[in-house]
């Protein structure tokens, strides 16, 4: 078996240390420890990590609880805080982004082996589990969802609007809107970046079903629906535009 590649945060130096020395104790491969939030999602493209060991307290505005937010809406990597905070309001707040485990500073060996462990296992039981006849299939130019005791194709050229609620995603076509039982980052994943994009946390559009934009307030009209561009996609969104005038 190939070894669990891991991507780190981590501002101090001395922790910093420990943690690369009990990676490479545990035999996991420690990929790097990025100290500055900016440099995340760059690196997470490039290395393509099985898990992120996450700090909290990064030394700057943006919190580890806050980059994981992103992180959770761009990729599909399980994570583990490790942090010095162990009061319930930051606990609290950590929750909400879904990590794999939660471990206070200092945590003993096999706490942090464990919790790698456990991370990757219940992400491959979820991969092994997540496709059968009773859900849908996403595939590469098309999807089949399911309508009673069949799995209807719908090709991917011919989805407008992806609309994303919790766990599930609304898909609409010029026909009807269907339900898909993925979440939109994990749909994100797989469809083709030259015809799809992201616009918001809660919606992916087809570039070619846009009807209009309106830029005084950054709407773009699409589906019979009015979305507004987050500041997070609206840079990508125009970049993708050809524009005349």
Do not use: W
Request: one cysteine or more.
């Amino acid at each position: 078996m190939s070894k669990i590649r891991i991507l780190a945060t981590e501002d101090d130096a001395l922790h910093e240390e420990m943690l690369r020395i009990t990676i490479d104790k545990l035999g996991y491969e420690l990929i790097d420890v990025i100290y500055k939030p900016a440099d995340l999602y760059l690196k997470i493209s490039a290395t393509k990590p099985d898990l992120l060991l996450m700090d909290i307290d990064l030394g700057e505005d943006v919190s580890g609880i806050d980059l994981m937010k992103e992180v959770n809406e761009r990729y599909d990597i399980p994570i583990i805080y490790i942090t010095s905070f162990a009061d319930n309001d930051t606990f609290q707040k950590a929750k909400k982004t879904n990590p794999a485990a939660y471990l206070v500073k200092p945590y003993e060996e096999k706490e942090l082996q464990r919790a790698i462990e456990l991370a990757i296992y219940n992400r491959q039981d979820n991969n092994n589990n997540s496709i059968g006849f009773n859900s849908d299939v996403l595939l590469h130019n098309y999807i089949y969802l399911k309508e009673d005791n069949a799995l209807i194709k719908i090709e991917l050229n011919s989805i407008q609007l992806i609309e994303a609620h919790d766990k599930y995603c609304f898909i609409y076509t010029p026909e009807k809107m269907r339900m898909i039982r993925f979440r939109l980052k994990d749909i994100c994943l797989q469809l083709p970046t030259s015809l799809f994009c992201q616009i918001h946390r809660s919606y992916v559009v087809n570039i070619n079903a846009i009807e209009s934009i309106k830029a005084g307030n950054h709407k773009v009209y699409i589906a019979g629906k009015a979305i507004a561009v987050s500041k997070t996609y609206k840079n990508n969104l125009y970049s993708r535009l050809h524009t005349i005038g």
